[in-house]
């Protein structure tokens, strides 16, 4: 019996081995021989026939060498399909930098504030650019230094002085400013993608033109509210005579006929400063005595200029009185040279023509060059050069200071000798400059 029972296993033992080598797949149907003495593994009917329609489905030749090593495998691709499940979160999104942000929150003109040291539009608008930079505060303290300094000095270029400060800090207030708000941002809002983060920033910086109104409604108030202040102290004598119009009527008179009023000749501009439509003149006399102005003309902002041409004109104003203010209400002017009276004389290319001085653009004429100046070192439009100054004078004896942006090739002047200088004329916050584009 006992025989007969090992033959037969044997036999199907020897079957199996047979079949396996034989076979180009694994047939699922045939169970294996499992030995009774181990512990069996239910597998579900679903993941053994998913496994059998894997294995029938492929065109490779699979070779089985024994029933452990099916059972192997069906035991580990059970593992590996009943293990937990590993979560891999796909949707993560890359979190936008600091000055991405930053960016964001700045918007335009990011490149000018962040790479360059002096804001232009901050020097010409001082509050009204903070404002509109959504920089209110200080909008209103720049404004209330602004009043401080105009009444205590009345001179214009004690202004001019603060508007050069506005002018080289604002950057770096407005990005410290900036970085401060982003980070807020950030904390405040931790949930937030970074589209979204850079919308809230977007929305919390940027621009703003309703801004700028607030910000004249506030100084309006400020001002009127200042002036009060000062009558109820006694400071502010002129405040009663600023509301009483009929003290006015006479100055505020554009019919006014050309000469009108009484004269006071060969007087220079030395300083002025504008609050609203109101703006007050510093006029000194030939013999050095200086005395503040109102100023009731048409064409005031090119009478403020005058002042920096008081070497080659002269100046006459006319003037009308009224208690303790008096108002320039015409002027004329004449060339130092020939006292030939300037006439037809609309803006500053205008009177620069006139003199002899050339308006902004491309001239040509002929020179003595008197001097060869040191070289120098200058920054223009985020780019740095060297140049050399050169004094040069023309037939009328005026003298104009050059300069040469060095190159590769040098001028080779001599002092003494005359050259036809082909030049530009340009106009910058400080004057007129003067470049040589080429000497013959």
């Known amino acids: ?52 329609t894997t294995m029938s489905g492929s065109s490779q030749n699979t070779v089985i060498t024994s029933t452990n090593s099916l059972n ?65 505060g200080y909008g209103i303290l720049v404004f209330l230094l602004n009043v401080a300094i105009t009444t205590a000095f009345n001179k214009f270029y004690f202004t001019l002085i603060l508007n050069i400060i506005v002018g080289f800090l604002v950057n770096k207030i407005y990005l410290s400013t900036a970085k401060k708000r982003v980070a807020v941002i950030k904390v405040s809002n931790p949930k937030k993608d970074g589209e979204e983060l850079k919308k809230i920033c977007a929305n919390k910086g940027g621009t703003s033109v309703g801004k700028i ?37 006479e100055i505020i008179n554009d019919n006014l006929p050309i ?7 060969d007087v220079s501009v030395e300083g002025y400063g504008c609050m609203n439509s109101k703006c007050n003149v510093s006029i000194a006399t030939a013999t050095g005595e200086t005395e503040t102005y109102s100023l009731k003309i048409n064409d005031s902002d090119f009478f403020n200029k005058l002042g920096d041409y008081k070497d080659y004109i002269k100046l006459n104003i006319y003037y009308v009185a009224n208690k ?17 009276e ?41 780019n740095s050069y060297t ?18 942006i060095n190159d590769s090739n040098s001028l080779n002047l001599v002092e003494g000798n005359n050259y036809t200088v082909t030049f530009e004329v340009s106009e910058d916050t400080f004057g007129y400059d003067f470049t040589i584009k080429s000497v013959e």
Request: charged fraction near 20%.
């Open 1 to 52: 019996m006992n025989d007969s029972n090992n033959k037969s296993f044997n036999n199907e033992n020897s079957n199996l081995s047979q079949q396996t080598n034989n076979s180009t797949g694994v047939n699922l149907n045939q169970q294996p021989t499992v030995n009774p003495n181990q512990p069996t593994v239910q597998t579900q009917p679903d993941i053994l026939q998913m496994y059998s």
């Open 72 to 136: 192997s495998t069906s035991k580990m691709s059970l593992d590996s399909l009943l293990a937990p499940e590993t979560s891999i979160n796909t949707n993560e999104v890359k979190q936008p930098t600091d000055d991405e942000l930053l960016q964001a929150f700045i918007g335009k003109n990011y490149e000018k504030i962040t790479k360059r040291p002096f804001n232009f539009a901050a020097f010409f608008f001082t509050s009204f650019y903070l404002f509109y930079r959504k920089m209110f």
């Open 213 to 249: 109104i607030l910000g004249v409604i506030s100084e309006l108030i400020l001002f009127i509210a200042i002036l009060f202040i000062m009558s109820l102290i006694g400071l502010g004598s002129a405040f009663g005579e600023l509301l009483n119009f009929n003290n006015w009527k």
């Open 259 to 265: 000469g009108t009023g009484t004269l006071l000749e």
């Open 324 to 340: 303790d203010t008096k108002t320039i209400v015409d002027y004329k002017i004449y060339l130092k040279s020939t006292n030939e």
């Open 342 to 382: 300037i006439t037809d004389v609309k803006n500053e290319n205008d009177l620069r023509d006139k003199i002899g001085l050339y308006s902004v653009g491309t001239h040509t004429d002929t020179f003595t060059l008197t001097e060869i100046g040191e070289p120098g070192f200058g920054f223009k439009d985020n």
């Open 387 to 404: 140049y050399t100054d050169y004094k040069f004078t023309n037939s009328k004896g005026t003298e104009f200071e050059m300069k040469y």
